[in-house]
């Protein structure tokens, strides 16, 4: 089972490796951002199981990169901020931050709050999943349908997304064309079963080093295709 992955936003550089390795000495992944633009680019490549994000920060403060966030992911946000004044906070939790700590604060304290906010994600909501291969090479993100080779996105079309994601999600299994077929066209689905390959050559065009010699998407000779497990 993977870690609980955490996404740490501060401009603070010192505040930002305190938090890592408090983190991470507890057992979580560490993603880190020192600035808001950063946060959200890496968003839907890390997908994290929660954020903890100082409020303020120059040039997009923390409550504008909540309301970002917020338009694509229900992910848990504590808000870390040296305001105690109640308009403050108040404001936080408006703009979609589910709890807040004043710094300065105990370790044991965030720990806690971080804990409580995981356990009530996983009862209220299935947390972002990933699916990573080759060491993180290859990321497919389920909750945003988007696609990533060694951090940079891949474009594909909702066809291609579907057939790579059916395709991971089996990971070592030979599916045969025509299961392919049914599963990503449908009966009918207009395309003929023996078109699949053709398919399957543009995505590998677009997520293999060398397409004739694949590392994802495999061909198990007269049986069909498979992904590559780890």
Not at 114 to 134: D, E, H, I, K, Y
Request: proline content about 9%; charged content about 25%; hydrophobic content about 40%.
């Amino acid at each position: 089972m993977d870690k609980p992955r955490i996404l740490i936003v501060d401009d603070d550089p010192e505040m930002l490796r305190l938090l890592r390795s408090l983190l991470e000495s507890q057992g979580f992944a560490v993603d880190t951002a020192s600035d808001g633009p950063t946060a959200l680019r890496l968003l839907p490549q890390v997908a994290p199981d929660l954020i903890i994000l100082d409020v303020l920060m120059p040039g997009m403060s923390g409550k504008e990169v909540c309301q970002h966030v917020r338009r694509q992911s229900p992910v848990p946000i504590l808000f870390l901020t040296a305001l105690g004044e109640v308009d403050s906070i108040v404001d936080g939790l408006n703009r979609g931050a589910d709890d807040y700590m004043v710094k300065p604060f105990h370790p044991a304290e965030l720990l806690a709050r971080v804990q409580a906010m995981l356990r009530r994600s996983r009862l209220q909501t299935a947390p972002p999943r990933l699916l990573r291969f080759r060491g993180g090479d290859l990321v497919i993100n389920r909750t945003l349908s988007r696609v990533f080779l060694r951090g940079n996105e891949v474009p594909l079309s909702p066809l291609e997304y579907n057939l790579l994601l059916f395709l991971a999600e089996r990971a070592g299994h030979v599916i045969p064309p025509e299961e392919l077929y049914n599963a990503i066209w449908g009966p009918g689905g207009g395309v003929d079963p023996r078109q699949v390959k053709w398919y399957i050559w543009r995505l590998r065009r677009k997520i293999e080093d060398d397409p004739s010699h694949p590392r994802f998407i495999c061909t198990e000779r007269g049986r069909g295709y498979y992904f590559a497990p780890e």
